[in-house]
């Protein structure tokens, strides 16, 4: 009795450790959908890691938490989004996904956060492009040169311009509070 229970726990591990060494694929995957990015990281509870998508199209964001608990954010508004402001998220406890749909502005703003109900949380994002989408071809973004293929203009960089004028607003403001200190000092 105790070499079959014996034999039985040891296949038990083998069979965990063969999963944990080549965990499987998602079958879940179109053939349409093409692999750009692999992503691995760690976040500590309550902090934010922060990625930026340029991809024009479509986008899917296939991200698992390997351990711990990881939620994805993703807005086209901001380069920094949270819970607090986002687009678009996903917060389960296991497998996260988030479509972006090819309208985004990009770039796109990505946060993951580190559920505080773990120290500390790994992931894996897969970042795919769906190219079953097709493009308009009177997008504002696209046109075709004389060869016939696709080019798209650089993104627009409003961020960048909004913290230029932001920065502009306050040089002029503390520049105006200095000579009203001095006139009444």
């Known amino acids: 009795m105790m070499p079959s ?8 591990l083998l069979s965990q ?29 309550g902090n934010y890691s922060y990625l930026r998508l340029n991809h024009d199209g479509r986008i899917i964001l296939h991200m698992q938490s ?10 086209d508004k ?9 687009k678009l998220q996903s917060v389960t406890c296991g497998q996260d996904v988030v479509v972006v749909p090819g309208d985004f502005t990009r770039p796109v703003g990505i946060g993951i ?3 505080p109900s773990h120290k500390e ?10 190219q079953t989408v097709l493009q308009d ?8 040169s004389d060869d016939g293929f696709k080019k798209t203009k650089p993104p627009q960089a409003a961020e960048e311009d909004f913290q230029e004028e932001e920065s502009i607003f306050w040089t002029i403001l503390i520049g105006l509070l200095k000579i009203i200190l001095e006139i009444l000092f």
Request: proline share 6%.
């Open 5 to 12: 229970c014996s034999a039985l726990v040891i296949a038990l």
């Open 17 to 45: 450790a063969r999963g944990f060494l080549n965990p499987p694929e998602d079958d879940n995957i179109p053939n349409e959908w093409v692999l750009l990015h692999v992503v691995q990281g760690h976040i500590g509870a």
């Open 66 to 75: 390997l351990k711990g608990d990881a939620d994805l954010y993703v807005s």
């Open 78 to 86: 901001t380069l920094r989004p949270s819970f607090d402001t986002y």
């Open 113 to 115: 956060y580190g559920h």
């Open 121 to 130: 949380s790994e992931f894996e994002m897969r970042v795919f492009y769906d």
């Open 137 to 144: 071809p009177f997008d504002k973004g696209s046109y075709s």
